[in-house]
Each structure stands twice: as structure tokens, then as C-alpha cells.
């Protein structure tokens, strides 16, 4: 008896109840086999390794059916069903060409991943975020050049589909203009790095922290609590200022001092207020420039760093500065002048006429007593006898 002829009666010789446990334990061992495989794959964390996995699972899987197939004895309907679906040699081998192709493009895809990683890691200037844009970009081309191979393998003609790919790039095109630009921008922002999250910036007229690049829109944190979502087509056509990219921001306070003041004076009592101040940096020393001549004092700059620029310690050290400088000039007797104005009056029309004391209107005095009131009487018999006087000598 052949090796054949022995294992189909040994089949045909399994009872019901045998043929229930050969195929528990080959599902059983399908199940580990899967568990196994994932486990496995999710360690090493390759690409590789998980398509070998897979690999391994599926010959589990062919296995295990033809193992429950011979034992239930059902080979003949198998073959049938082979049979009734038609299945054609190059059919087969078109599919098997395909998914070896495909496999292949997928492991490739790792391999590349890991190969900018790498160079990213000897690279300075690349960001990992930057790295990671590359990379899909590159995974997206890839994907689709092995598409066109694939369709071109089973005999799909492109032209038909290009044409109408086209077509409907057009019409998205025309509907979706304002999203296409922010996402291009997007792009060009994202390898351009004028800003990363975290970063403090003033965008427009938009002040606040980076929270989130997207590939349609910056987001921000102003210091009032707001977020704000800006459209990246509009934060790379406007003006963008970041504050924190040198880890370091002069800050500009600008005082008057009073005409008659000593100025060399007055800059040395300011710079040596800065410097008590514990928020602002040593290096570079601060420094007091004069800046102009105001319209009632002469304005000093006052320009001091601080480090790890934020809104909170240049608040901080701008307060601790104005009033370190002030108390100087106060204990030091430097006025710090406030607007004035002068007055004057042309001379064609008369100048000005200056009273010392308000000009109060004379009122006629209820009481004759008043010493006001005999003196206006005294003054009014005085002229009533000038009068009788200049009156007598005309007679005469």
C-alpha cells in the first residue's frame, strides 16, 4: 500500500468525534500562528518582518484548510468549486505577479523611511518634521507609479482614465481654488520653517504662540486667551516676525527728560538702573541712546535683551526697567516733563490782554449805608456843586 493510499483510509477511518478535534487543533494552531506573527511584527517594528508575518500566516492559513478539508473528506467539492469559478493559468499568474509587486513596493516604502530617518539624524538642518513631509511625498509617488505598473499588468488602458482625471482636476480645481493655494503654501511653509509650534510670532496684525501647522493653516494662542486659525495661503503672502527664533529680543522703552537736564547725566543714571535689573541679560550690556527732540523733553531710548523671549518676561522686564529708571530720576531730581503747550496772540489783532484778578460787575447796593454807597454819593454832591458852580459863572 502506498503512502497515498494509507493516509486516505487512515482519514476514511476517523470517527466524527476525531474529525471535530483535527480541526479544533488546526484552528487552534492558526490562532497562534496569527497572535504569533503580530506579536512578532509589532517587536521588531520593521516593515520587513511584518510581511514576513504575513507571509507566515497566510501558508498557516492554506495549510490549515487543506488539513480541514482531508479530514472532513471533502476534497471532491473543493476541486469542484476551484472548477466552477474558472480560474485561468495567467489569470493566476497576473495575481500572484501583482501581490509579489505590491509586497515589494510596501517592504520598499519601509526601507526608504528608515533611510531618511537615518539621514535626518547625521542632518542638522532638516527637521524631523520636515523628514516626515519627504518622506510621504515620496511614499505618495511611489504608490502611484506602482498602481499604473499593476493596471498596465492586467491590461487596463490609462488614457481613457488619465483623460477623465483630468477632467475632474480641473473642475476641483476651479471649486476648491482657495483650499488648493493654502495647502501649497502649506508645503512651502513646512520646508521654508520660518516658524515651528512653540514659537512666538507676529503674523499680520496677529500676536501670539504657535500651537499647530497643519497642511491647510497655522493656529495661534494670543496672550488674551484666543486661539486663532490662520489660512496658510494668507500667513505666507503676509509679513511674519518671530520673536523667538534667536532665543533672544531686544526691547526698546522710550523716556523724556526736561530741556534743562544734564543729559550725559540723565543716560548714565538710566544705564546704570538697567543694569541692577535681575530680568533683563548682562550680555549684551544695556544701553541708553538719544533718540530725538520732542516736543517737550529729550527722548531717550532705553534697549535691553532678555533671553527665552515670551510676552511674560518682556512685560516683566520692561515694567522692572520703568520703574528702576524712574525711581533713579526721582531720588536723582531729573524731571521727566510732561506736554506743554505755549499761547500766543498776533500782534495785528491786539495780543492778549492778561488780568491778574476775574473782572467783577459792579452792583447797585441795597443799603445807603454801605461805605460804597457814601462814596458814590459823596462823588455825586461833589459834581452837583461843580455843576451849580459852572452854573453861577455863566450868569455872571
Do not use: C
Amino acid at each position: 500500500m502506498s503512502a497515498p493510499e494509507f493516509v486516505d483510509v487512515a482519514i476514511n477511518d476517523l470517527s466524527t468525534v476525531e474529525r471535530v478535534a483535527v480541526t479544533v487543533v488546526s484552528l487552534a494552531a492558526l490562532v497562534a500562528a496569527v497572535l504569533f506573527s503580530r506579536r512578532e511584527s509589532a517587536r521588531r517594528e520593521s516593515r520587513l518582518s511584518t510581511v514576513a508575518a504575513a507571509v507566515g500566516a497566510f501558508a498557516v492559513v492554506v495549510v490549515t484548510t487543506v488539513v480541514v478539508v482531508v479530514a472532513w473528506d471533502a476534497e471532491t467539492i473543493a476541486w469542484a468549486a476551484v472548477a466552477s469559478f474558472q480560474v485561468q493559468a495567467t489569470m493566476l499568474v497576473r495575481a500572484f505577479l501583482s501581490v509579489m509587486f505590491l509586497v515589494g513596493v510596501y517592504v520598499g516604502t519601509g526601507v526608504i523611511h528608515r533611510a531618511v530617518s537615518r539621514f535626518v539624524k547625521r542632518t542638522e538642518g532638516i527637521s524631523e518634521h520636515q523628514a516626515e513631509i519627504t518622506y510621504r511625498i515620496i511614499q505618495i509617488s511611489v504608490y502611484v507609479i506602482a498602481l499604473v505598473i499593476v493596471l498596465n499588468l492586467w491590461g487596463i488602458e490609462l488614457g481613457g482614465l488619465l483623460i477623465g482625471a483630468g477632467f475632474a482636476g480641473i473642475v476641483l480645481g476651479m471649486a476648491a481654488r482657495q483650499t488648493l493655494g493654502a495647502v501649497i503654501a502649506g508645503l512651502v511653509l513646512m520646508f521654508s520653517r520660518p516658524f515651528e509650534i512653540g514659537d512666538w510670532v507676529k503674523i499680520g496684525d496677529k500676536d501670539g504662540i504657535v500651537t499647530d501647522i497643519t497642511i491647510v493653516n497655522t493656529r495661534l494662542q494670543t496672550f488674551d486667551g484666543e486661539y486663532v486659525m490662520l489660512p496658510n495661503d494668507l500667513v505666507g503672502s503676509d509679513e511674519v516676525v518671530n520673536r523667538s527664533r534667536k532665543g533672544r529680543l531686544r526691547i526698546h522703552v522710550e523716556v523724556g527728560i526736561d530741556y534743562t537736564a544734564d543729559v550725559d547725566e540723565a543716560m548714565s543714571l538710566a544705564k546704570d538702573a538697567m543694569g541692577d535689573v535681575d530680568d533683563i541679560l548682562t550680555v549684551p550690556r544695556p544701553q541708553v541712546v538719544l533718540k530725538e527732540f520732542g516736543d517737550s523733553a529729550v527722548v531717550l531710548d532705553l534697549r535691553f535683551w532678555i533671553d527665552k523671549p515670551s510676552a511674560r518676561r518682556k512685560w516683566r522686564a520692561q515694567t522692572a526697567v520703568i520703574s528702576a529708571v524712574k525711581s533713579a530720576f526721582d531720588e536723582a531730581g531729573v524731571k521727566i516733563p510732561f506736554p506743554q503747550r505755549e499761547v500766543s496772540g498776533r500782534a495785528e489783532t491786539g495780543g492778549f490782554r492778561v488780568s491778574e484778578q476775574p473782572t467783577v460787575e459792579a452792583t447797585e447796593p441795597e443799603d445807603a449805608d454801605q461805605p460804597g454807597s457814601a462814596v458814590r454819593k459823596d462823588s455825586k454832591g461833589e459834581g452837583d456843586a461843580d455843576d451849580a458852580d459852572e452854573e453861577d459863572e455863566t450868569d455872571e
